[in-house]
């Protein structure tokens, strides 16, 4: 039995179990094997062919739109052993019976649960928005609910299918380019206290460079795919003194992008990591370009993209765009 990271160690070893049965010294036979996990990652490789009934003893209990189940992605060939059993989440009575029970249980919870644009109900999904205006926020575009109807499930494997049909369309691609931008990135931020998060977001949000590494973010998008339908785009590299044609013309411009928005997202790290106390070890190493320019691209197709929505994801008025520092140089 096992809960996300040790769903996937469960999953792994009731599969080898099955595969194997004496590899632990004695012999189990499956019908003595109760294999049971809680989010299961996907480990196994669909070629393994881990939906064989000898895997019948192995049951993965899991929510539609947990990230973490999705991972690592179906579309590199990867699954589950065993049968996958969903929670009912998107039942209504389920769910009515889960908020009075949450009500009680978690009052906190339950109250981000049903506020409307929170992000914790899966069957409703709205827009986040870079807003601009003291540092920068990332906000729920409630208004826009009924332009962007799609439930969470719907926006991750739309993110995962965008992601994986452009930067990341096979496993040797993300460990050459990205793997040890997420594992830094993750082996910093995930083990943080609430409080020291906070903190971290506080200097980040706070920080006046977070609205022009967001914005040059936006334009390193604009400028890969050299966009001419998009709204904003080039009001927002005429306001930081880029030309958008220029991206045309001189393919290194897309480069000279990219390298100002990752020294824009150092500064940004850096303040909020000093806010949060971090060592200059880990300052150093997650301002590092083998880091900030991998986020660079990365973050730029997962938030700037929006899958086909006739969604703005800035939220940028025009003297807020006045006051956005200069990057020419």
């Known amino acids: 039995m096992g809960y996300s990271r040790g769903a996937a160690v469960a999953n792994l070893f009731g599969g080898e179990l099955v595969n194997e049965p004496d590899c632990i010294g004695v012999t189990v036979a499956p019908e003595n094997i109760y294999d049971y996990s ?24 899991y929510a539609d739109y947990d990230t973490v189940t999705m991972a690592a992605f179906k579309q590199w060939g990867f699954t589950r052993y065993g049968t996958d059993k969903l929670l009912p989440v998107h ?17 906190k919870l339950y109250k981000a649960y049903v506020t409307k644009g929170s992000g914790q109900d899966p069957d409703y999904f709205y827009p986040m928005k870079f807003v601009a205006g003291d540092g920068l926020k990332i906000d729920a575009d409630t208004s826009a609910d009924t332009k962007v109807a799609r439930t969470q499930k719907d ?10 049909s452009t930067l990341i369309p096979d496993r040797k691609t993300y460990v050459e380019k990205y793997q040890y931008m997420v594992q830094a990135l993750t082996g910093y931020y995930l083990p943080l206290s609430d409080p ?36 904003n785009a080039e009001k927002l590299l005429s306001q930081l003194d880029l030309a958008e044609e220029k991206l045309k013309q001189d393919p290194k411009y897309k480069e000279w992008i990219e390298n100002l928005a990752s020294s824009e997202l150092k500064v940004v790290l850096k303040a909020g990591m000093t806010a949060a106390d971090a060592s200059q070890e880990d300052i150093d190493k997650m301002t590092s370009d083998k880091v900030t320019k991998p986020m660079v691209e990365f973050f730029s197709y997962l938030l700037c993209d929006n899958t086909g929505e006739e969604f703005d994801p800035f939220s940028l008025t025009n003297d807020q765009m006045q006051h956005l520092p200069s990057t020419s140089s």
């Open 196 to 231: 020291v998060s906070e903190k971290f977001a506080k200097g980040v949000a706070g920080n006046d460079e977070a609205k022009v590494a967001a914005v040059l973010m936006y334009a390193y998008y604009e400028a890969q795919l050299v966009k001419n339908d998009s709204k």
């Open 155 to 164: 926006l991750l494997e739309g993110r995962i299918a965008f992601l994986t």
């Open 38 to 61: 809680f989010g299961t990652p996907q480990g196994v490789l669909t070629s393994d062919d881990p939906g064989n009934a000898k895997y019948g003893c192995i049951h993965n209990v």
């Open 91 to 107: 039942n209504a009575a389920a769910k009515s019976k889960m908020l009075q029970f949450l009500a009680k249980t978690n009052p």
